[in-house]
């Protein structure tokens, strides 16, 4: 099967590469930068014209905007990206039968109050326009009625990219003071294990008749404070004194979910999937940097 991977220079688009390297599928990734092939997921007659050039029967989308502050001040083109071009990649599988892997965000939720894990039936409640175009994209892609996973994810980090583990890293190896919030909980979730779980379904095409909504991060529950102080210990840097915060004390244009625990228990039950608990996941993660002080694991 010929497999599109859009946004393949992002952390899981990369992740997913790794993945695939010795796969009995055929995998083309797209992106917009330099060393991929180009797609522009806005448009959909280049979407449908390379799905015909590559006899394309699964995409799975890894493209999105996720800069959640900077989307309140260009909202409609977060919605394009978000919202618009996820439905373009569901017309174009649609109209060979094939299946859309599509990856979203536990910033579906976070308006209501709650303090257990989330269900993939519970109620979308965004709190932002990041989070509302991410709820328009898996709304249109159900409405398109094209075979589909929806993935919904947390926290992402890796090896690739920019994000919290990177930053945390840098901060604490050059302040010997900093502050995390702590009112916010979640989980981390390492996008190598989200690509694995991906390549798995897809490999063994696990997704037969198991189409819809699925949650994914790592096991376990964490405050982003918890999650600073675990990388700086791993990485020994044991000079920065790293402090609780709220979340007031960073002011922001948009209200991030204070508690946003993924409850993954659809996802296990139904591809029979074992999934890392969130410092190990952690570890695995740091060691293929080369960031790991032994005596710190």
């Known amino acids: 099967m010929n497999i599109l991977v859009t946004g393949a220079n992002g952390q899981l688009g990369n992740e997913i590469q790794r993945a695939s390297k010795n796969s009995n599928d055929h ?79 536990d910033y579906v939720f976070g308006g209501v109050a709650y303090n257990t894990p989330c269900k993939e039936d519970q109620k979308g409640t965004p709190t932002g326009v990041y989070g509302l175009t991410k709820l328009h994209g898996e709304q249109k892609i159900i409405a398109s009625g094209v075979k589909h996973l929806i ?26 003071q900093l502050k995390v919030v702590f009112d916010q909980c979640g989980t981390p979730t390492y996008a190598g294990d989200l690509a694995k779980t991906i390549f798995y379904i897809i490999e063994h095409r696990k997704y037969d008749g198991n189409e819809g909504i699925f949650h994914f991060s790592n096991e376990g ?18 000079q920065c004194d790293i402090q ?38 952690l570890i695995t993660c740091m060691q293929n940097m080369g960031e790991i002080k032994e005596k710190s694991i």
């Open 27 to 105: 995998y083309i990734f797209t992106d917009v930068c330099e060393g991929y092939r180009h797609l522009d997921i806005t448009n959909l007659q280049d979407i449908c014209m390379l799905v015909k050039e590559e006899n394309v029967r699964c995409i799975i989308n890894c493209a999105a905007w996720t800069n959640v502050d900077k989307a309140e001040s260009c909202p409609e083109l977060v919605e394009t990206l978000n919202a618009d071009a996820p439905e373009h990649l569901a017309i174009a599988m649609r109209e060979v039968n094939g299946l859309l892997v599509h990856i979203s965000t």
């Open 221 to 238: 529950v964490c405050s982003w404070y918890d999650f600073a102080k675990k990388i700086a210990s791993l990485a020994g840097h044991h």
């Open 244 to 281: 609780p915060c709220h979340s007031d004390e960073f002011p922001s244009p948009v209200t991030r979910p204070a508690y946003s625990v993924l409850d993954k228990t659809k996802i296990k039950k139904t591809f029979g999937i074992q999934i890392p608990y969130w410092e190990d996941a």
């Open 151 to 176: 993935i919904r994810t947390s926290w992402l980090y890796s090896e690739y990219g920019h994000n919290f583990l990177k930053t945390m890293l840098n901060l604490t190896s050059t302040h010997t």
